[in-house]
């Protein structure tokens, strides 16, 4: 599934284990979002979604909500998603997020659901799962299914990924998955995963406009990557858009950390298909 991304800030209020995300205080305006959009136009209609991401969307609210409705009124008929981890979320956010349901909230599971989160129909649950913290995956996988059991709200479990999982870590990983999947069907929940399943791991190929508006051929832009495999990203329409490598993986995050990427992948597709 491609999508087309907006990274409307680089700024966070999180430090999560593992995440791959360059960091900064750089936030897209208004301006500089109409701008790309206004150059995404005659493309639009070959994305079914929409995503804003940060660093911590939440921080830029009103330019989401500025760029939805600007993006509905232009014909945009598809879906859209929000990638969160639900710190910054309150009252006045979550009421908008229930009377927009065509919008989906991407929650970090590594953060306690508050009744605001809770109230909002349309929702997935990130689970990240370290190679060093499986145990602690799954005691927060059971504390989270509980909580969201009799909801609408899906599930998603990610091995993190471009950081080292050894032969052990992957063993204790294949043994444990299992018992995730069977808790989360036993709760009523289903899992996202199963909808969810990308070329490379983690990253989507499509669009990706950052915070100046340069637009990328992949959201891997949002990670910390050489100039010239970015030179490469760089959309232009006269062009076929570039696809990441594995090489290019290897050479940004390291060749064990490329393949613990694929390894815990497969462990994660051989139980969800």
């Known amino acids: 599934m491609e999508s087309l991304s907006f990274l409307v800030t ?34 639009i209609s070959k994305y079914s979604v929409v995503k804003f991401f940060g660093g911590e969307p939440l921080f830029e609210f009103p330019l989401i909500c500025y760029a939805y409705l600007h993006l509905k009124k232009k014909g945009f008929s598809g879906t859209f998603e929000v990638g969160t981890n639900g710190l910054l979320l309150d009252k006045q956010k979550s009421l908008w ?14 953060f306690s659901p508050t009744e605001y989160a809770l109230s909002i129909k349309n929702a997935i649950w990130n689970l990240c799962v370290y190679p060093k913290h499986i145990d602690t995956a799954l005691s927060t996988l059971f504390s ?30 294949s043994f444990i998955l299992p018992k995730m999947l069977d808790y989360i069907l036993k709760k009523g ?41 970015k030179q490469n990203l760089i959309f232009n329409p006269k062009k076929e858009s570039y696809k990441i490598t594995v090489n290019d993986l290897i050479e940004i995050f390291g060749f064990d950390n490329t393949v613990s990427a694929y390894a815990s992948g497969r462990i994660l597709e051989k139980y969800v298909s």
């Open 189 to 229: 929940l289903s899992v996202e995963n199963i909808n969810r399943k990308g070329r490379i791991p983690l990253f989507n190929d499509g669009l990706a406009v950052d915070t100046d508006g340069t637009i990328y051929t992949s959201n891997i832009c949002l990670a910390i990557i050489p100039k010239h495999i």
């Open 97 to 110: 997020f229930r009377e927009h349901t065509d919008i989906q909230v991407n929650f970090n599971a590594g």
């Open 144 to 173: 989270l299914a509980n909580v969201l059991s009799g909801t609408a709200h899906r599930i998603n479990i990610l091995p993190a990924s471009y950081c080292l999982w050894t032969p052990a870590d992957l063993a204790k990983f």
């Open 10 to 43: 680089r700024k966070c209020n999180a430090c999560c284990l593992g995440c791959p995300v360059e960091k900064n205080s750089k936030k897209m305006t208004p301006e500089v979002f109409k701008k790309a959009a206004g150059v995404l136009f005659p493309f």
